[in-house]
């Protein structure tokens, strides 16, 4: 539907009924337009019946209702049998008895029959029906929507609207429906023009302070202003944030939170303040208003019951009047039958007074009609100048309603790639979760590995400390054999000089013992390194319990690292389902809030229609004002054009002064309640616009909130990123420690093939020992026997000799070469005992490094839930909001509806004038034009009080604005408080 420009505002326009014409309404072009058939009073729906107490009489020449039964005694007016009454019916008219001669009554009557030139009032109106009416475009607004983009890049499309508004636009209804009303309201000048006439001015007031109303409803308030500024503070921080850097980011965005959560603290205390200070005032005016509502009501009905006392009084005056008429005629009719003259003379004189008097009445009812055409025309104005604004108000909250939900669609496409990207993430944590879960059975197996192998050690440690024990005690036992066989050899020596001494030669004996003595010597070395190897034998032996000790050390250190790294494991595993929770949780907290949303859009959708239904009831409505405010119009034509003439033959004017001031005071009061209704609607506008700033301020923490999420989100997988590069230093350390576990066994195998091999050197020292022995006793069968065989023998033993020391320096090398793969394998524990405490440190380094990355998550976590929690608060803000949106829209509504209410009892009202009116102008004939216009004026104000429409129209437009200005008052202390909040 196209909007009418007023001012700065649109409004809903009103459809030009089609134009009728009738042959008696030819004088009066463009006037009497009608779009329903004729119906008369009688036989249209909703109205009451006429009174059967009474009915027209003859008495209505002097504006007197004289009952049906009652009829006159003996007063016949014979000279004013020329005159006729219009009625309800045809008998109506009463014949008079014919008059001897002519009077000046009579005379009057004819010269009245014929009625002076009607003046005609300019119309300037060219009606044609516009064809392409309904193809015209009825947007308020039209918008130039361009889109920019360059070819060959990957930028967004920019979008560029440019709105115009309807009426500037030739091609849309909304000019052609302005330009239609302003060819009406050009009509209907002619009223101020006659009130200007009449010798009244024109009360330039209502326009100015309309003209006011418009100028001061385009401004902004204080309110309005400082949220404007705080929103431009809020984008220009939000723009300075988005180019700093992610830390600086986060900082800013926590003081910036802290500063909005006490600002906002404040704000609701001072707004529960100023809400309590509000309801307590809204009380105490709601009783004043009441109060004064109450008397004014009281003083309404005084005045009515006043008028009614004066009509009554003014008739019982004329009924006195007639009575006593009579009974003088009846008197002077018996007494003098032959004074005709004076009889006829005083009735003349009395029919004078009588003109008179119905000249005085009828100047003032003139004069009242005028002064009510003129009120109610500026009602009117008021009237369409509200219906204006309202429908421009609607046409805001809609378009305000249809940006929310483009809003809400873009918010609602957010939240559908948010969920799919949470989706993702809930997959990649899945498999993830699958990772860990192998890992740790992975882990569990060589944990279990690991088991067995040390049991495996310790069954080995077991059978080396046996054999331990064994070769310990074989070298005691070879120890003390060794000894008994030096002694035993030192008593064969001796006895073997003693019998060398005896038989041989000096020389051989020399010989002999020189070899003894090197024997001795070979001997005495042997002994020397045997002690060495035992002694190398023992330090391999604490070497080896050393490496026992570290091994059992490090088992214990693996078994409590593998319990830690268990608990560790077990530890990421419930958090990890506690993410996952966390994320079903937010998933179907998405779902809900998704849920809400199109609840929300099928609510709004629905708001839509019923806000676009109500517009098009608005419009019918406005039609069929439009089309009574035409009838009212005909009919204040035809009575105009009905008492024209009279008004014209009247020299002095008595004003009803009590009524114009009654009339003012009513326009004041009227004025009154439209300054508090536009009151009231400019504090309901400026908390619309608050609230909006508030809701859009909700929106942008939450935008916020989001924002952090996603960058804890991001801080999130890079710390999983970390753990899994530390779980794989970790493996590799693992693995280092196997192999120095294996280079450990390794070692353990050498230090046995070591011990195997002592025994082996210990098993040949016996044997040389044995050999010795043998060589002994050869030695003494030799020297026993003597001669050459001596001497083969001694070759032998030399040989023999030789042999034992090729041996001895083989022994030598294998000695060498043990010690020096001794010092390569105690290198290599040193080196591999180095990598245990680096992997150890390196462990622990990785440890303190995913504890602070947890504890980092978890302060993320609390955040992301604290911004969740102010999400929802806002939300539910939001939500109150809206329902107190709603609450003042059903307000409004009701209200809409008594006013509607009031304007269809008017329109009833003025239809059953109009119908009074149709019936006497239908039934009137040429002769009867005069005075059926002074009948039909009496009728229309005895029976129908054409003051009661604009009571009932101001009570009812009082009981509009009670209604407002109490939900008003709550809300204008709000933004009193919000206004000293934000300055």
């Not at 009245?112 to 392409?132: A, C, G, N």
């Not at 559908?416 to 740790?440: C, F, G, V, W």
């Not at 009571?951 to 200005?965: F, Y």
Request: proline share 3%; net charge negative.
């Amino acid at each position: 539907m196209p909007l009418i420009p007023s001012g700065n505002n649109y409004y809903t326009p009103l459809t030009v009924p089609r134009v009728i014409k009738y042959p008696h309404l030819e004088p009066y072009p463009s006037l009497y337009n009608e779009d329903l058939p004729y119906t008369s009073s009688i036989n249209r729906p909703g109205l009451p019946p006429p009174n059967p107490f009474h009915r027209s009489s003859p008495a209505r020449i002097a504006g007197l209702d004289v009952p049906c039964n009652r009829k006159p005694v003996a007063f016949q007016p014979r000279p004013l049998r020329s005159l006729a009454l219009v009625g309800d019916s045809p008998r109506s008219s009463m014949a008079r008895s014919p008059s001897p001669t002519p009077s000046l009554s009579s005379n009057y009557s004819i010269r009245s029959s014929t009625l002076p030139p009607r003046r005609i009032y300019p119309q300037h109106y060219d009606y044609s029906l516009d064809l392409d009416e309904d193809v015209k475009d009825d947007s308020p607004v039209v918008f130039d929507a361009n889109l920019t983009f360059i070819l060959g890049t990957k930028g967004k499309l920019r979008q560029n609207f440019k709105p115009i508004p309807a009426h500037l636009e030739r091609e849309t209804a909304s000019n052609a429906l302005s330009n239609k009303i302003s060819n009406f309201l050009q009509r209907t000048d002619h009223v101020m023009d006659e009130w200007k006439r009449t010798g009244h001015k024109e009360d330039d007031s209502h326009s100015l302070r309309m003209s006011g109303s418009s100028k001061n409803h385009m401004g902004r308030s204080r309110s309005a202003t400082n949220i404007m500024i705080k929103g431009f503070q809020y984008f220009s921080r939000a723009s300075s944030t988005s180019r700093s850097s992610m830390a600086r980011e986060l900082s800013e965005e926590n003081l910036n939170t802290d500063a909005e959560i006490d600002e906002l603290s404040e704000m609701t205390a001072d707004l529960a303040e100023e809400h309590s200070t509000a309801t307590l005032a809204a009380e105490r005016l709601d009783a004043e208003t009441s109060e004064r509502l109450r008397l004014e009501k009281e003083l309404s009905e005084t005045k009515h019951k006043n008028k009614e006392l004066q009509q009554s009084s003014e008739r019982m005056e004329m009924e006195l009047l007639y009575a006593r008429s009579d009974l003088n005629g009846i008197c002077e009719e018996d007494e003098d039958g032959g004074e005709g003259d004076g009889v006829y003379k005083q009735r003349y004189e009395r029919a004078l007074k009588e003109l008179e008097f119905t000249k005085r009445r009828l100047q003032q009812q003139h004069e009242d009609d005028l002064e009510q055409l003129v009120g109610l025309k500026k009602q009117l104005e008021k009237k369409l100048a509200d219906a204006y604004e309202e429908v421009e108000e609607q046409r805001q909250v809609v378009g305000t309603w249809k940006r929310k939900v483009q809003k809400l669609t873009g918010e609602m496409n957010d939240l559908k790639l948010l969920l799919e990207e949470q989706s993702s993430r809930n997959n990649l944590l899945e498999k993830k979760q699958r990772k860990y879960d192998s890992e740790a059975s992975m882990l569990h197996d060589e944990l279990k590995k690991e088991k067995q192998h040390k049991d495996r050690l310790s069954r080995e440690k077991e059978v080396i400390m046996a054999e331990k024990y064994a070769v310990d005690s074989n070298l005691a036992d070879v120890r003390l054999e060794l000894e008994l066989k030096e002694e035993k050899l030192a008593s064969l020596q001796r006895e073997f000089d003693e019998i060398t001494c005896g038989g041989k030669t000096e020389e051989e004996v020399t010989i002999l013992r020189k070899q003894k003595i090197d024997c001795e010597r070979r001997l005495q070395d042997q002994e020397e390194e045997l002690d060495e190897l035992a002694g190398q034998v023992q330090l391999l032996e604490q070497a080896k319990l050393r490496l026992e000790m570290s091994l059992e050390s490090m088992r214990k250190e693996a078994k409590k690292e593998s319990q830690m790294r268990e608990e560790e494991l077990e530890e990421a595993r419930c958090n990890a389902q506690k993410k996952v929770k966390a994320l079903e949780q937010q998933l179907e907290n998405e779902h809900e809030e998704r849920t809400i949303l199109l609840r929300e859009k099928h609510e709004l959708e629905r708001r839509l229609q019923a806000a676009a239904d109500m517009e098009r009831q608005d419009r019918a409505g406005d039609e069929a004002l439009l089309q009574r405010l035409k009838r009212d119009l005909k009919r204040t034509k035809a009575l105009l054009r009905d008492t024209q003439a009279q008004l014209e033959r009247q020299k002095a004017e008595t004003p009803g002064k009590n009524m114009i001031r009654q009339l003012k005071n009513q326009l004041e009061d009227l004025e009154c309640a439209r300054a508090i209704a536009l009151k009231t609607k400019q504090s309901l506008e400026q908390e619309l616009s608050e609230m909006q700033g508030l809701l859009d301020e909700a929106h942008r923490q939450k935008s916020d909130s989001e924002d952090r999420a996603n960058a804890m989100q991001r801080e999130k997988s890079d710390i999983q990123t970390q753990l899994e590069e530390n779980e794989e230093e970790l493996a590799e350390v693992l693995k280092k420690y196997k192999a120095a576990v294996q280079q450990m066994s390794v070692d353990q195998m050498t230090l046995q093939e070591q011990v195997s091999l002592v025994s082996e050197l210990e098993v040949e020292r016996n044997h040389l020992k044995e050999q010795l022995a043998e060589l002994s006793t050869r030695l003494e069968s030799a020297e026993s026997m003597g001669g050459a065989s001596s001497n083969l023998l001694y070759k032998r033993s030399e040989l023999k000799v030789k042999e034992l020391e090729s041996k001895l320096d083989l022994e030598q090398t294998t000695r060498s070469r043990l010690e020096v793969q001794i010092t390569r394998l105690k290198e290599t524990v040193e080196k591999l005992q180095s990598d245990i405490t680096s992997a150890r440190v390196k462990e622990q380094q990785a440890q303190d490094q995913v504890r602070k990355m947890q504890r980092q998550l978890r302060e993320i976590k609390e955040e992301l839930n604290k911004s969740l929690a102010k999400e929802s608060e806002v939300i539910i803000k939001k939500k109150e909001l809206e329902k107190r949106c709603e609450t003042l829209e059903a307000e409004s509504s009701t209200a809409r509806t008594d006013l509607r209410i009031a304007l269809k009892r008017i329109e009833d009202l003025q239809s059953a004038i109009q119908g009074e009116l149709e019936d006497s102008i239908s039934n009137e004939s040429e002769s009867e034009d005069s005075y059926g216009s002074d009948e039909s004026v009496n009728t229309f104000l005895a029976n129908h009080k054409i003051g009661s429409p604009i009571k009932n129209e101001k009570s009812s437009i009082a009981n509009d604005v009670r209604r407002l200005s109490s939900t008003s008052r709550s809300s204008t202390s709000s933004n009193l408080g919000k206004d000293s909040s934000y300055a």
